[in-house]
């Protein structure tokens, strides 16, 4: 099965970390992204992660991944008024084929 | 990374009118573009696969002769939703492939924002 769960929402402070999670189904995904949308606009990928890896940190992100309970999390530090968006996750198989999206994290950032 | 423009980035139309959104490759070759829709407040919705020089392929649910795809070139794929009608109002998002390294990324366009009255 190809299903991605995501909470739907997130609120926090700004100045203070947050955390989205998501789970995914398919032990044969070989990498595993998070797309921020922001109102009106494309998705923009933050960061990927291999599925071989465990940890993946890139500025204010970072990406943990358990494997074993099919479990993503992305965390942001320091979080910032702007970094208020729609979060998705997403998981990839191979080769050509579409990305397999969540329903998306509403991250709201109250200053 | 690599560019996905997408065009219009918002229409308005009238009913029963058909209105085709461009979606290009900008500095890469696409063999494989996606074509999602999204409605307000929820997740992408793929829509279909375009496939260069091939008929695309279709999800479930999808009617292909109202969501007319053509991928011509390797760098673009159209969409045009013909006989528009008002439940045809969404967001229209376009996708795109590219090897780098051993991942392929996927790109996404701006998306097209359609109205129809």
């Known amino acids: 099965g190809e299903d991605v769960e995501q909470s739907l929402f997130l609120s926090v402070r700004e100045g203070d970390s947050s955390v989205i999670n998501c789970t995914y189904t398919?032990?044969?995904?070989?990498?595993l992204y998070w797309y921020k949308q922001e109102p009106g606009a494309g998705l923009q990928l933050l960061t990927y992660?291999?599925?071989?890896?465990d940890m993946k940190q890139d500025q204010r992100l970072t990406v943990l991944l358990n494997k074993k309970d099919k479990h993503l999390s992305l965390r942001i530090a320091d979080t910032q008024t702007g970094d208020s968006a729609i979060y998705f996750c997403?998981?990839?198989?191979?080769?050509?084929?579409?990305?397999?999206f969540g329903k998306g994290t509403r991250l709201s950032v109250i200053a | 990374g690599a560019v996905v423009s997408q065009h219009p980035s918002w229409v308005i139309c009238k009913s029963g009118t058909s209105v085709k959104i461009e979606c290009r490759s900008l500095?890469?070759?696409?063999?494989?573009m996606f074509w999602y829709r999204q409605f307000p407040k929820q997740s992408l919705m793929l829509m279909a696969t375009?496939?260069?020089?091939?008929?695309?392929?279709?999800e479930q649910g999808v009617e292909k002769d109202k969501f007319l795809i053509n991928h011509a070139s390797l760098t673009l794929s159209t969409l045009t939703v013909t006989s528009a009608h008002p439940e045809d109002s969404s967001f229209y998002i376009c996708?795109?492939?590219?090897?780098?390294?051993?991942?392929?990324?996927?790109?996404f366009g701006q998306g097209t924002r359609l109205t129809v009255v």
């Open positions: 996708s795109a492939r590219v090897l780098q390294e051993m991942n392929t990324e996927a790109f």
């Open positions: 398919d032990s044969s995904s070989t990498y």
């Open positions: 992660i291999f599925s071989n890896m």
């Open positions: 997403a998981e990839n198989f191979s080769g050509n084929t579409p990305l397999v």
């Open positions: 500095d890469f070759q696409a063999t494989t």
């Open positions: 375009s496939n260069e020089g091939s008929k695309a392929t279709y």
